[in-house]
């Protein structure tokens, strides 16, 4: 089997680089981390006969998604929940769990026929379910594709589409409850997201590592205080 794994994420990064030393001699498996890696090109000159693409957040080219299977591994039971900021979407909805859909690359954003879906728990920061999520792509989906070519069936169901969420959607606000701020902060608390915020001043106080008491009535989080003019 000759794969391709494109992400840009470290703890994909990492797993991605276990996964080749472990298979290593038994299937060809390429790593890409960079945008300029994925092209034509060089897909066409390793010939794959999957590109598996989990957190990859660039533009795919058509050409590749015409010629070669390409796999994508979104955070909901799709059809529910396709588009952007799939997690956070999720828990600001309320959600404690998820499921990580497996889908082939079509020209219907997040719209293409599952190969495998995977309970995925919500627990934790954004890091920590980046991780967990992680681990059961690497450890439990991708060997999947490597044992063998897999059928793809349609989506089931009515789709729900999820908006994108910008910063300014990680605002704290006066009228929010505990257990929201505390949803707020840990759904953006990981590498390269925008944290959740609160503006005071000249200053926007930043928050991370939140803890929420199990009565639910004290919250504890580390702050950043940031000048404004300093960017976000």
């Known amino acids: 089997m000759r794969v391709i794994i494109a992400t840009i994420k470290s703890w994909n990064i990492a797993r991605a680089q276990e996964l080749q030393k472990q298979y290593e001699g038994i299937h060809e498996i390429v790593l890409y981390t960079e945008k300029e890696e994925l092209t034509v090109n060089n897909v066409r000159s390793f010939n794959p006969d999957y590109i598996l693409l989990p957190h990859w957040s660039y533009f795919i080219p058509n050409e590749i998604t ?12 799709l059809p529910y929940g396709r588009g952007g900021s799939p997690l956070q979407n999720l828990i600001a909805r ?34 920590e379910i980046f991780i967990r999520c992680a681990d059961i792509i690497f450890q439990e989906m991708i060997p999947e594709f490597l044992a063998g070519k897999i059928a793809p069936k349609p989506q089931e169901g009515e789709p729900v589409i999820f908006k994108r969420r910008k910063p300014e959607d990680s605002e704290i606000t006066p009228d929010m409850e505990l257990d929201k701020i505390y949803d707020y902060i840990r759904m953006l ?7 959740a915020y609160l503006e005071f001043g000249a200053y926007r106080l930043e928050f991370e590592e939140a803890d929420l008491s199990g009565d639910g009535q004290t919250l504890s989080a580390r702050v950043v205080f940031r000048k404004k003019e300093q960017g976000y």
């Not at 990580?100 to 890091?127: E, F």
């Open 94 to 127: 309320g959600h404690k769990e998820t499921k990580v859909s497996a889908i082939k690359v079509t020209a219907t954003l997040d719209g293409g026929p599952v190969y495998r879906k995977r309970p995925l728990s919500l627990a934790g920061s954004a890091q």
């Open 189 to 195: 608390d990981a590498e390269g997201y925008p944290r």
């Open 66 to 77: 015409d010629n070669w299977e390409c796999v994508v591994f979104h955070m909901t039971d």
